[in-house]
């Protein structure tokens, strides 16, 4: 695993080792909500897919002392190589599959549980994904997912949205909008989890506050967590530009340098009868 030893670095080998060190902690805010949905006991068997560098399974870990079978499914090998590497210290024993959620590769009826932390809005298929999670859940198995709401529901990245709109090559602007355009609204995420045949199908809009040392120090983290393709190449001009538009769009997010804004999430739950 490369680590990211220099926290001015805007460059780095690659940005799985970024995700997990910046992004990973922002998301696990939502965590405790889809475990709370879904009620988990001993003994049961438990699927995070999408599972990225594996903080679900990792706060599973301090959520439930004796699981049963845990399972990590993504379909990038370098956020599961950190997965595997930062999972070998828990009191759990997790397996990780390197395979497409849209195509699982598990039996039938396997797993009594099935989390899926902001990853449905980057698959091609969500909803054959969640046919998938649906098809190898037991009968009564649970399922909770978190995504984002809808871009103007996180201050600071619509704002960054804005800027790189601006000053950067026009697919980053693209990278950033489409995780929140995806399915933002309650109403539609609903319909794609009961199209994918689980019933009583609940949403909740949950806000949290995050925080960052500076919107610089906000804009670098995003760089090196996953927009290094699109923007890692920019020049200092341009950084700098981005940087300048973010202090002024967020100043009343901002406190003596420190970035703190809110960000809305919808987790959803159901199950299968
Ligand atoms: C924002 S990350 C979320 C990771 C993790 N669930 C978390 O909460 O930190 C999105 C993840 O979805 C994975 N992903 C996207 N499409 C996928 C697919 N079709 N099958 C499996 N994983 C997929 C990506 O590789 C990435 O690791």
Known sequence: MTE????????FAGIADGYEKYLAPVLSKWTDAMFEKTELSEGEDVLDFACGTGIVTRRLADSVDTPGTVVGLDVEPAMLEVARTTASSLPINVQWYEANAEQM??????????YCQ?????MDNPTDALTEAHRVLRPGGRLAVGVWSKLDDSPHYAALTAALEKFAPQQAAAAMRAPFDALSSPDKLRRCIESAGFEEVQTEAITHQVSYPSAEE???REVVSWLADPVGDLSESSRHAIVTMLERSLERHINDGTLQAPMKALIAWGMKS
């Open 4 to 11: 990211i030893n220099n926290d001015n670095d805007w460059q």
């Open 105 to 114: 590769p598990f039996s039938d009826e396997s797993f009594d549980v099935a």
């Open 118 to 122: 902001q990853g449905l809005q980057f």
């Open 218 to 220: 906000f804009f670098r």
